[in-house]
């Protein structure tokens, strides 16, 4: 902003307000959360919320596909529950679930419980045919009892024990929802088409800003300059945090958000039920978790006046753009 390169004064503005916002959230997590007893109440409870809403969009999927909570009709195609994009809802359960697996093999009296939730939660990804997010959930739910294994923190009977038991448990539930839709996903003769273009593009405006970038908040604005192919559609976000918080910001914001994944590392890892913030870190490779926060508020798009129609977005999202 100081020194006029931005492509755009005002997106620059707003991001720096969303930035702001969101590192005031930061502080006062880390002021509240002091309190271990806080915490842990907090733990508890997002863990309940994020099962309750696995429960509630897997059902919408199934029953409401064109509407939020059965009651709002909308244009969207891939929303689960009130997270319109879902890759944001899957990066949303791959935070929550690692908490459910630690608790599941931590409390042995209520294990039963909490696999039942791993598995409802692991569901929903499934439906939402997210493949970054079915393979991270997947690794989770491996990675979560090894680790505590290997940290003595659970026996190797209850972690196979668990293992067994969430197997069972999985396998019912993703054939309850069937994982047909993600799994063609997969198979794909290109599964990366589309965000390939975004990201070399990206990588041009990195190579001609390197230390500056475009400014924050501006890569929808910069990125015709160096799109490499025209699809028709409105390129919203760079389909990767990491290369658009370079594009953006140059090279020496992308490394502050890596200093911030790597000082993550430890306490995530120390903790065990944390590893889901190095989930959504790595999601971020290729997509945009970050860009835009997964639970926000919700509204439908305005009637088009004449001469602007809907336009489908690399995210599905409508857009008035002009014809």
Request: glycine content about 6%.
């Amino acid at each position: 902003m100081l020194t006029g390169h931005t492509v755009y004064a005002f997106d620059t503005e707003t991001a720096t307000v969303k930035w702001t916002a969101l590192l005031a959230v930061f502080f006062l997590g880390l002021s509240l959360f002091r309190s271990a007893s806080v915490a842990r109440w907090f733990r508890s409870a997002m863990l309940w919320f994020g099962f309750l809403v696995s429960v509630m969009a897997t059902l919408q999927t199934f029953t409401s596909r064109h509407s939020i909570f059965w009651i709002f009709s909308t244009e969207y195609t891939d929303n689960m529950g009130p997270i319109l994009y879902h890759n944001h809802y899957a990066a949303f359960i791959e935070v929550v679930l690692p908490i459910a697996l630690y608790e599941a093999l931590k409390r042995e009296g209520t294990s039963l419980l909490y696999s039942g939730m791993v598995a409802a939660m692991y569901a929903s990804v499934i439906v939402s045919a997210s493949r970054a997010g079915s393979i991270l959930t997947t690794a989770e739910i491996i990675v979560v009892p090894l680790l505590l294994w290997r940290r003595r923190r659970a026996d190797g009977a209850v972690v196979r024990s668990l293992l067994l038991r969430m197997a069972v448990l999985i396998a019912v539930f993703t054939a309850i929802v069937g994982p047909e839709t993600v799994w063609n996903r997969f198979w794909e003769s290109d599964p990366y088409a589309g965000r390939r273009e975004l990201a070399i593009a990206s990588m041009h405006m990195v190579a001609a800003n390197p230390w500056l970038g475009t400014g924050l908040g501006t890569w929808p604005t910069a990125y015709p300059r160096y799109a490499i192919t025209d699809s028709g559609r409105f390129a919203n976000q760079a389909h990767s945090d990491w290369l658009q918080w370079a594009a953006e910001g140059g090279i020496p914001f992308a490394l502050m958000l890596a200093a911030l994944f790597f000082w993550s590392v430890r306490p995530a890892l120390r903790s065990v039920w944390g590893l889901g913030v190095l989930s959504v870190f790595l999601h971020a490779t290729v997509d945009y978790p970050f860009s835009r926060p997964a639970l926000g508020s919700w509204r439908h798009p305005p009637p088009c006046p004449s001469g602007f129609r809907p336009n489908e977005t690399f995210e599905r999202n409508p857009r008035r753009v002009l014809t």
